[in-house]
């Protein structure tokens, strides 16, 4: 998760913790790239990511991880906006970035945990249905 404001942070990461979610948690946007591609390949299953972060904004970010990645939103890892900004020009951006969906805040724990679990049985599905032996051929 990445997050700026160290609040909004730790009151998110504690109540995915208590629905039984490991959570790996950066300050901005940078941190969450470099963490991201630090880590061994399916460490994590999903990414929510803050908008308006300094360093790195979540725009940004999403970029860095998708180029990472070297493939398209659909296929890669999950990545959520969580942000105050709900305008449809917002969401349109987060969308254009490579961002998956959009959940907007204040955070409805409900609404987060339903959005995470949709976007990982998705990635899981899609993940299940490719045939790895094929590519590169």
Same mark, same amino acid.
């Given at each position: 998760?990445?997050?700026? /404001?160290?609040?909004?942070?730790? !009151?998110?990461?504690?109540?995915?913790?208590?629905?039984?979610?490991?959570?790996t948690?950066?300050?901005?946007?940078?941190?969450? +790239?470099?963490?991201?591609? /630090?880590a061994?390949?399916?460490?994590?299953?999903? +990414?929510?990511?803050?908008? &308006? &972060?300094?360093?790195? /904004?979540?725009?940004?970010?999403?970029?860095? !991880?998708?180029?990472?990645?070297?493939?398209?939103?659909?296929?890669? !890892?999950? !990545?959520?906006?969580?942000?105050? /900004?709900?305008?449809?020009?917002?969401v349109?951006?987060?969308?254009?970035?490579?961002?998956?969906?959009? +959940?907007?805040?204040?955070?409805?724990?409900?609404?987060?945990?339903?959005?995470?679990?949709?976007?990982?049985?998705?990635?899981?599905?899609?993940?299940?249905?490719?045939?790895?032996?094929?590519?590169?051929?």
């Amino acid at each position: 998760m990445a997050e700026d /404001n160290e609040l909004n942070r730790e !009151i998110a990461a504690t109540l995915l913790e208590e629905q039984g979610a490991a959570i790996t948690t950066a300050e901005n946007g940078r941190e969450a +790239v470099e963490l991201f591609q /630090n880590a061994p390949q399916g460490t994590f299953d999903a +990414v929510l990511m803050d908008v &308006m &972060m300094p360093e790195m /904004n979540g725009l940004e970010a999403t970029r860095a !991880i998708r180029a990472f990645e070297h493939c398209p939103p659909e296929s890669g !890892i999950p !990545i959520i906006a969580m942000t105050a /900004n709900v305008f449809a020009d917002d969401v349109k951006a987060c969308l254009e970035a490579g961002m998956n969906s959009h +959940v907007g805040k204040p955070l409805d724990m409900q609404v987060l945990a339903a959005e995470i679990c949709r976007q990982v049985r998705r990635h899981t599905a899609l993940l299940e249905s490719t045939d790895f032996t094929k590519l590169g051929n």
